[in-house]
């Protein structure tokens, strides 16, 4: 198989997880993957591995800080140096704060990380994954956001304060980061639709990885009473969103376990996907980076 004839996936996330093993899994049915990672050293042994998993070795690793909007684009730019197209993009990226850290552009680093970082990358990489449709099969080139039952849990985001630094709590910005990935995956399947980009988000449980590692002592304490999945059954749904034919045939759904969940209410409320989608690219305005 030529490198031409590869298909492409983008997996940010990668150097842990549930990102490492959705990488390792299209490495081995001979996708080329471009890999992203946040740390230097896990972001190395991670690309050592699914590099091992790949029956091409068409791997790369990108270390860069998707809370940081110059540092995202920078990765974009690196991605469009790379390769003429993307298939898959999995917005896997994430992390659960145990407090407000601000990033050197101003925002919080877990809703920006979360939220901000891969609607920024998905907008940058629009123009490849709209060159992969030129010939690939239908519904076939995919934008996939990783979620959480999270998003479920709260009535929705304050669109004019989206970070609410003044009034910050770990689990309102975690949960409002989870509810955009699904607003987001839902907003990107009606504007994509006319270009052949399929948009879905997924809860992909509550796995058995260093997810946690930075949470409170009364979260971890809570997270610790849960039943966890290993890290390769919570990539499951993700490596089944990137390849199976059925996630294809439809746009902006919410999946757990392979199958539909029932998501958050406002996934159905286009007028305010629509302003969230303004809101959102005002935030990331506020670092000086447009979409």
């Given at each position: 198989?030529?490198?031409?004839?590869?298909?492409?996936?983008?997996?940010?996330g990668?150097?842990?997880?549930?990102?490492?093993?959705?990488?390792?899994?299209?490495a081995?049915?001979?996708w080329?993957?471009?890999?992203?990672g946040?740390?230097?050293?896990?972001s190395?042994?991670a690309?050592?591995e699914?590099?091992?998993?790949?029956?091409?070795g068409?791997?790369?690793?990108?270390?860069?800080?998707?809370s940081?909007?110059?540092?995202t684009?920078?990765?974009?730019?690196?991605?469009?140096g790379?390769?003429d197209?993307?298939?898959?993009?999995v917005?896997?990226?994430?992390?659960m704060?145990g407090?407000?850290?601000?990033?050197?552009?101003?925002?919080?680093?877990?809703?920006?990380?979360?939220?901000?970082?891969?609607?920024?990358?998905t907008?940058?990489?629009?123009?490849?994954?709209?060159?992969?449709?030129?010939?690939?099969?239908?519904?076939?080139?995919?934008i996939?956001?990783?979620s959480?039952?999270?998003?479920e849990?709260?009535?929705?985001i304050?669109?004019d304060?989206?970070?609410?630094?003044?009034?910050?709590t770990?689990g309102?910005?975690?949960?409002g980061?989870?509810?955009?990935?699904v607003?987001?995956?839902?907003?990107?399947?009606?504007?994509?639709?006319?270009?052949?980009?399929?948009?879905?988000?997924?809860?992909?449980?509550?796995v058995?990885?260093?997810?946690?590692?930075?949470?409170?002592?009364?979260?971890?304490?809570?997270?610790d009473?849960?039943?966890k999945?290993?890290?390769?059954?919570?990539?499951e749904?993700?490596?089944?969103?990137?390849?199976?034919?059925?996630?294809?045939?439809?746009s902006?759904g919410?999946?757990?376990?392979?199958?539909?969940?029932k998501?958050?209410?406002?996934?159905?409320?286009?007028?305010?996907?629509?302003r969230?989608?303004v809101?959102?690219?005002?935030e990331?305005a506020k670092s000086?980076i447009?979409v």
């Amino acid at each position: 198989m030529s490198v031409n004839d590869q298909r492409v996936a983008v997996v940010t996330g990668a150097s842990s997880g549930i990102g490492k093993e959705t990488a390792k899994a299209l490495a081995a049915q001979g996708w080329r993957v471009i890999a992203q990672g946040r740390n230097a050293q896990r972001s190395a042994a991670a690309e050592a591995e699914i590099r091992a998993a790949s029956v091409i070795g068409e791997v790369s690793m990108i270390v860069a800080d998707l809370s940081l909007m110059a540092d995202t684009a920078r990765m974009a730019d690196e991605i469009a140096g790379m390769i003429d197209r993307v298939d898959v993009l999995v917005n896997n990226a994430g992390s659960m704060a145990g407090e407000l850290v601000l990033t050197s552009e101003g925002f919080d680093a877990n809703f920006a990380g979360n939220h901000l970082g891969p609607f920024l990358l998905t907008h940058r990489l629009l123009p490849l994954l709209r060159n992969a449709v030129k010939n690939a099969p239908a519904g076939s080139v995919r934008i996939i956001n990783t979620s959480s039952d999270a998003s479920e849990m709260i009535p929705g985001i304050d669109l004019d304060d989206m970070q609410k630094l003044d009034d910050w709590t770990a689990g309102g910005a975690y949960c409002g980061s989870k509810l955009a990935n699904v607003l987001f995956a839902k907003a990107l399947a009606e504007r994509l639709a006319d270009d052949g980009i399929v948009a879905h988000s997924v809860h992909p449980g509550t796995v058995d990885s260093n997810f946690f590692a930075d949470v409170s002592p009364e979260t971890k304490a809570y997270t610790d009473t849960l039943d966890k999945m290993s890290e390769a059954d919570g990539a499951e749904t993700l490596i089944w969103l990137a390849t199976a034919e059925e996630p294809g045939r439809t746009s902006g759904g919410y999946w757990y376990q392979c199958a539909p969940r029932k998501p958050n209410p406002l996934i159905d409320d286009a007028d305010y996907i629509a302003r969230f989608m303004v809101a959102s690219e005002r935030e990331v305005a506020k670092s000086g980076i447009t979409v």
